[in-house]
Structures are given as structure tokens and as C-alpha cells.
Nanobody, 122 residues
Framework: VQLQASGGGLVQAGGSVRLSCAASGHIFSNSNMGWFRQAPGEERKFVASVSRTGSTTYYADSVKGRFTISRDNAKNTVYLQMNSLKPEDTAVYYC????????????????WGQGTQVTVSS
């Protein structure tokens, strides 16, 4: 399983960014997918996740109403649309794949992308 995240960059507070994560080497539609983020000196934290079919999504309270996770199984890609960005959203963002029934915590995910940096300036 290989995951390749892209789309990060520098954005002003209040702006928007869309992250993409392309999967290869496995049956993407069989995996629940998630996004996590890690700021310097902090542990990796859950941001959002989506079920295999896309029918169920979960969000961290800190991003609810601002971020939207989605997936396109035909393109083997999961997205994270981030709106109304705040400086505290600055982090490296990682996509991950889960074969577990639960897909909210780091240990639930077995494959990880390399991460993409998102920096929000005030």
C-alpha cells in the first residue's frame, strides 16, 4: 500500500487549501481513510476520516464545520478540503488507510503517506 499526499503550502488565515492523497498497491475501496496532522513538538492527531463507501465521516471538534473529507473510489483518491484556515491549523498533514472497523486513532491505521506541510500565516 502506497499513499502519496499533495496540495499543501502557505496560505493566509481565512484561506482555503485542498489536500489530495492518491493510493496505489491495494484495493482502495476496501479501506477506510483518514487525515491526521502533526505540529512541531506535538503528537500526531486525528483530523478526519471517511468510510469505505464515503457514506460516513468523522471530524475532530477543532475542524468541524471548516474541513470536509471526501473520496473518489474511481480515482483511488481521498481529499481534505480545508476552509477558514487558522494559524493553529499549521502542521504536517498525513493521509492514512485503515482496514479496521474503527478508524479514529493512529493505531487503527496501517499505512501512512509521507505528509504534506500546511502553513497558515496570520
Amino acid at each position: 500500500v502506497q499513499l502519496q499526499a499533495s496540495g499543501g503550502g502557505l496560505v493566509q488565515a481565512g484561506g482555503s487549501v485542498r489536500l489530495s492523497c492518491a493510493a496505489s498497491g491495494h484495493i482502495f475501496s476496501n479501506s477506510n481513510m483518514g487525515w491526521f496532522r502533526q505540529a512541531p513538538g506535538e503528537e500526531r492527531k486525528f483530523v478526519a476520516s471517511v468510510s469505505r463507501t464515503g457514506s460516513t465521516t468523522y471530524y475532530a471538534d477543532s475542524v468541524k464545520g471548516r474541513f470536509t473529507i471526501s473520496r473518489d473510489n474511481a480515482k483511488n483518491t481521498v481529499y481534505l478540503q480545508m476552509n477558514s484556515l487558522k494559524p493553529e491549523d499549521t502542521a504536517v498533514y498525513y493521509c492514512a488507510a485503515s482496514a479496521s472497523t474503527y478508524y479514529l486513532r493512529v493505531p487503527d491505521f496501517h499505512s501512512w503517506g509521507q505528509g504534506t506541510q500546511v502553513t497558515v500565516s496570520s
